[in-house]
């Protein structure tokens, strides 16, 4: 078995003519999870990266999904997604070198229709439906969509030597979350026209960079990003319901 490449034959689930793929990156090296691989730990008994895939698998908006992970990784990953029965699962495909490169080789194994795509963190286990299905929908309209969540907190401008600087109006800022869809082509030539596209951390910087409009739907706060250790506590706390969004 090629260990770069996993081609699945899984039968898909049944979706709206509109439905478009979802690109799953879930290639980082976790380096402040204390050397576990975060996709895979238990949030009250399912991994991070199954919550995400069975998200998306659910979701009429979404026809295929492709995920991006490290090369030692990527016969767990399948066994997850046969756990959990990730029916729209088309390929699992080795990452690359930083999210960017992740990110196009999960483009490449795009089909020659598919001319919008949604890009999503595997670490983001609870994103919505309703989310995703917002920002397919914006999608129609802008070559670049993300969801974004309401910064506020007072937000301070603070110097390399810890001295507050200023205090910045919150009244416009919002944190990026995913997913973001970008039209397929116009992301392809964004990338191939920015010289230093591998130092973006989001694909909607990449399209505003190349001076396109980007389309900002509010999401959940309860998108988190599983980043730390602590981050699953509070995880497994969204799951039981404690906090209040």
Do not use: W
Request: aromatic residues 4%; hydrophobic residues 40%; proline residues 2%.
């Amino acid at each position: 078995m090629n260990k770069t490449e996993i081609k699945l034959q899984y039968n898909v689930l049944e979706s709206n003519e509109t439905a478009i793929p979802v690109i799953v990156v879930a290639a980082g090296a976790s380096t402040r999870m204390q050397g576990i691989n975060k996709q895979f730990m238990p949030i009250l008994g399912v991994p991070v990266i199954a919550r995400t895939l069975m998200t998306f698998n659910s979701c009429a908006d979404i026809s295929k999904i492709i995920v991006v992970t490290s090369r030692d990784c990527m016969l767990d990953m399948q066994l997850v997604c046969e756990k959990y029965m990730i029916n729209k699962l088309c390929d699992i495909v080795e990452g690359g070198s930083n999210r960017h490169e992740s990110v196009m080789r999960g483009i490449v194994r795009l089909d020659i229709n598919d001319t919008k795509v949604l890009i999503h963190d595997g670490a983001r286990p609870f994103v919505e439906n309703k989310t995703i299905s917002e920002v397919v929908s914006a999608l129609n309209c802008y070559d670049a969509v993300l969801c974004v969540n309401k910064i506020n907190d007072t937000v301070k401008m603070v110097s390399a030597d810890g001295i507050v600087l200023s205090t910045v109006d919150r009244s416009m800022l919002y944190a990026a979350q995913t997913p973001q869809g970008v039209d397929v082509k116009k992301y392809k030539d964004a990338c191939e026209n920015i010289a230093d596209v591998d130092l973006f951390t989001d694909d909607a910087s990449i399209m505003e960079a190349a001076g396109y409009k980007v389309k900002a739907v509010v999401g959940s706060s309860k998108n988190i990003k599983i980043t730390t250790p602590d981050d699953i506590a509070i995880a497994e706390s969204l799951v039981k319901g404690e906090c209040e969004e």
